[in-house]
């Protein structure tokens, strides 16, 4: 896997907005040499409005080795507990109040044991791990990738085929152009980075407000 030249923990406050559905999310990242922690929350409103709150850690190379999230409603909530522990994950559920008509959070992890990394629903924080062990936006490239896609609000658990591909870098701006690979997916989308690999904007799915740091 690519070196990765920084050395000092760098603690960093993101916020993005979504316009369809419409939402917000807040996470305080904190990025090392190779691995990445956060803490953030999402208000999503589709099918209903919730309140999303998770916690995402990883070890060397940026491969995660747990995320929670809890997800909240009108009279329910809902909680996934996720956790590599070896060549296997490992899912924890719990449910309270209404089932809103959502699916059941969790589901089969039997096939899912090749997946380095969850996928968050509309976060575009989860872009971040594949991009940063890859140098994917300095230029590098890598294969293709299987997540786990967090469903959101549900938690449902499901395979996500992905593929990632470089295509330009200017003044501290990286474009990545994701793609869904799965059987009957079509969706791509040019993703803009930062320095940090920290997504700036996702069209379809998320803009970067801007910092006073940034203005």
Known sequence: MPSNTRTAT????????????F?????????GADTLSAQGVAIGSDPEP??????????????????????????WTRSLYLRRAGDAWNAEVAH??????????????AA?????????????????????????????????FLMIWISVPDLSLHASPQRYTHLNSSDGF????FEAVGEGEDFVADVHFDEDGLVLDYPGIADRLPARADA
């Open 50 to 75: 919730y309140r999303l709150d998770y916690t995402l850690e990883t070890t060397s190379s940026f491969v995660t080795t747990r995320v929670t999230v809890q997800a909240s409603g009108d009279g």
């Open 174 to 177: 990286h474009v990545v152009r």
């Open 96 to 109: 309270d109040g209404r089932d809103a008509g959502l699916p059941a959070a969790g589901g089969d992890l």
């Open 23 to 31: 939402g917000a999310e807040y996470a305080s990242v904190q990025l």
């Open 112 to 144: 899912l044991a090749d997946a380095i990394d969850p996928d968050l629903g509309f976060s575009p924080l989860f872009n971040s791990m594949p991009v940063l062990r890859h140098d994917l936006h300095k230029g590098a490239s890598a294969g293709d």
């Open 10 to 21: 760098r603690n960093r406050s993101v916020a993005w907005s979504k316009d369809d559905p």
